[in-house]
């Protein structure tokens, strides 16, 4: 398809921020509440009210910029955006376009083709906008619930040159804006949004020609084929000697089509000027500092201690290190001295299992670090076999009590420790003195027999490497 | 000093004479209905709060604005009431909320019986932009009260109230003070919470005071003042803890600005008045220094480019959308906008959107918007830095007095150019008072203002107490 001709993409990305209320007003960020419930006069715009800004929306995006390695503005400004629609109340959208919050930044992108970083041209905050509904009868009808939630808008540098190159992006921006608390990432109900900006160019020319914009993406996949398919579009008009006109497209993704928005003359006119309800946004080192405070270790940095100092293969790396609820899952297991590889190995096997039968999140999952960490170290002293291990887990799901009540409670090492296997098999060796012969005088296979024997009267419980090691001492003592 | 209704401080010793002045208050305003003081009144409301007001200073309670009672400009929200801005656009938008001042002084005992009439959005220096009534001049029906906020400052003057709010953007407050003989006070930006003050320029709106005295002006300010959590740009600098306002304790050191007092637009009457109180100021004492403010000269380009670059964003809301007037004749989304704003808005709040657009649109933005911007900067500078050597500046409030209904109305250059000595304090966000000083051959009301440093109300108004005491005594 893209014989000859490069593909030059970048995206942006608005990621709703996960605070207890909106941007400027007092209103619960929640989605999903009935319509115009969540709304006060600042929020609708009505005359005379005045915005004031929530200090937890700066905290999420201090997170998310040094999340990113970008550069934190001590001082930025808002900006008002102008332009009319009937879901923005205020007939302006607060946003920062002079001085944002953050400039530069990148994010590491994993394809098929290998790995690499993506470059971030600014981060900046801004309020989002209702949202209108088109009924059937023809009308359209608005919620406002969602004016005044705030965001935070991402944009690339167009340095994407594959759709799966501009899916991955998306793909890892999701991972760590939910792994590190600042937006739930979740497309469906919007609280992540993409437009895509797409040009394509001969390889080997180095300037850009012109680009079209692409709204409404809103799926990893839709991200990838409205590039793929805008691309194709743009070659076809250029090997047909024609021109591209820089415009808007939405993308239908049902359709799989784009279809034109608007031609942009020039570009809109939003005739942004300074906020003046707003003083400028000052933040001191210790302001940041202090509000970093939540922010987990990177899995970027997770990824490289997982692989570098604990030695874990690839798959656990990247299981271990995406998922924020699985991850501290993790760091806990392994924060008592627990082995690393160990630790990995039950969260991969068995936590996994349980997880994908059950179809739960982690958050769903009746047993604590804590309680399958007694499981481990009960196991990895030889306590209970890792056969038994198991079952307590699974019974765990039902089950409050901790790792040790349960052993104890039900006798699950009752006799099955060292000693008792002693004595166990010198009690046999006794009870089977032609058996005991044979072996000595050197038919090994009867090692299979007394193992037989043992497991038959510990009902499988005692477990098997202490109890060959003692069952090959013993055969070897002679008094 | 009020003429028809019994004093705060009478009201206040017999709480239970409030709610009968209120009720007389009331029935002045019908009565001088031909004056165009007031869109509404609030009469129920009004008594309801004067009862419990009385009940409560009778129960024993301090309610340090007992006794007064106030008007309140109809761009200032009151929870229910109608807040029209004097627009047709709004002309039965109830409010949803109470202005953080209004509320204030609410608490403090003090009883609002109306809401005034004003030049439409706040647009306008005569009150004759309002799209819903005509307000006159209290001494001669010919004449403009002045604006913005006529109604407010007439309320005053026409002794229907004690006190009134106004609002300034460019000195829409100390104009119509100075044109109906009262004073105006107009605070620190950042001084009274904008919340629930419908926005015009937002970055020179402030919510100011009219009263006969400056003692009232002191007391209102306090209590209407302070911080407030609603509006990001009020201050935390706190208030004056001094109930009463009282004279300079030592010579003021005046400065006299000469660009000014020597304009060429400025009366001979005024300039006149202006050499009288300069007289008596250094007979009594003060110390008198010229100063020359060159920058303030470009205030007036500056104001109309930054007040309108504003205004025509926070007028974008009154689209017909979801409140306020929408054109019956509207069929689309399209028509909705154009048809609701066209004949909602007036000629000059069209005029200024128009303009507003015009600087912040993309290949002008630099030129206009941008350079205004730093000629502001400019100015303000300019203003601080002489405020650093002189207590106050003393210049005089409006080149005229009192103009006829009509004479301006037409040409909006000249009337823009009546705020000329007005809008550099806006422009600084310094505060600044107007005080009457005598009349002009006519009888029309003369008005002197003083321009203080930030927050320095309190010392502002001591001195503009000193000129009411070296004002001859009609």
Known sequence: ?479 | MYPRIPSPEILRQTPRRIPDAVGRSLALARELESLGAFITLLDERALAHASSVAARLLAGEELPLAGYILAVKDNIAIKDVKLTCGSKILANHPATFTATAVERLEAAGAVVIGKTNLDEFAMGSSTENSALMRTVHPLDAERVPGGSSGGSAVAVAAGLCHASLGSETGGSVRQPASFCGVCGLKPTYGRISRYGLVAFGSSLDQISPFAHTCGDLHRITRVAGGYDERDATSSSIPVSTNTELELPARPLRIGLLRNFLEHEALDSAISTAVQAAIKALRESGQTLVDIDLPSVNYSIPVYYIVATAEASSNLARFDGVRYGFRHPDAADLASVYDMSRGAGFGVEVRRRIMMGTYVLSSGYYDAYYSTALKVRHVIAEEISAALQDVDVILAPTTPSTAFKIGEKIDDPMAMYLSDVFTVPANLAGVPAVSVPWGTDEKGLPIGLQFMGRHYAEEQLLSAGMLLERLRPQA
């Open chain 1, 1 to 479: 398809m893209t014989t000859g001709y490069e593909i030059i993409a970048g995206l942006e990305i608005h990621a709703q921020l996960v605070t207890r209320t909106k941007a400027f007003c007092r209103c619960p960020n929640q989605y999903g509440a009935a319509p115009n419930t969540l709304v006060c006069p600042v929020c609708l715009g009505m005359p005379g009210a005045l915005p004031v800004l929530n200090r937890e929306v700066v905290a999420q995006a201090a997170k998310l910029a040094t999340a990113l390695g970008a550069n934190i503005h001590l001082q930025s400004r808002f900006d008002r955006k102008n332009y009319f629609y009937p879901d923005l109340p205020k007939g302006y959208q607060i946003s920062q376009f002079y001085q944002p919050f953050a400039m530069g930044g990148r994010l590491r992108i994993s394809t098929g083709a290998g790995e690499r970083w993506i470059q971030i041209t600014r981060a900046h905050l801004e309020e989002d906008a209702g949202k209108s509904m088109h009924l059937a009868d023809g009308s359209t009808v608005v919620d406002m619930n969602r004016c005044g939630v705030p965001l935070i808008e991402i944009v690339s540098e167009p340095d994407f040159r594959s759709p799966e190159e501009a899916g991955a992006y998306l793909s890892a921006m999701r991972e760590l804006l939910r792994f590190i608390g600042v937006c739930d990432g979740n497309m469906e109900e919007g609280s992540l949004r993409c437009d895509a900006n797409v040009s394509v160019r001969k390889i080997g020319e180095t300037a850009f020609r012109e680009r079209t914009e692409m709204k409404n993406l809103n799926s990893i996949r839709s991200v990838e084929r409205a590039i793929a398919a805008e691309a194709k579009r743009q070659i076809g008009v250029y090997d047909n000697g024609g021109t591209i006109t820089r415009q808007t497209m939405q993308w239908d993704d049902q359709a799989g089509v784009l279809t034109p928005m608007r031609v942009k003359e020039g570009s809109d006119d939003y005739r942004y000027f300074p906020e003046p309800d707003l003083p400028a946004l000052e933040l001191s080192d210790d302001d940041v500092k202090a509000m970093l405070a939540t922010l987990p270790e990177l899995p970027e940095s997770r990824r490289a201690r997982y692989r570098d100092e604990y030695g874990l293969h690839v798959e656990a790396v990247y299981l271990l290190a995406s998922d924020r609820a699985l991850s501290d899952y993790f760091e806990t297991l392994i924060g008592s001295g627990r082995s690393p590889a160990i630790a990995a190995a039950w969260v991969q096997g068995e936590v996994q299992r349980l997880l994908r039968e059950n179809a739960w999140e982690l958050s769903d999952f009746p047993v604590s670090a804590e309680r399958l960490g007694g499981i481990i170290d009960a196991v990895e002293s030889k306590r209970i076999t890792r056969a038994i291990g198991k079952d307590i887990l699974r019974r765990m799901l039902s089950d409050l009590r901790t790792a040790d009540e349960i052993i104890l409670a039900e006798g699950l090492d009752g006799g099955h420790g060292e000693d008792e296997v002693r004595e166990l098999i010198k009690g046999i060796l006794v009870k089977y003195p032609d058996e005991l012969a044979k072996y000595r005088e050197g038919k090994t296979k009867m090692i299979g027999f007394f193992m037989g024997q043992i497991m038959q009267e510990t009902k499988g419980k005692a477990d098997p490497t202490t109890t060959k090691d003692v069952l090959m001492q013993l055969l070897h003592n002679t008094e």
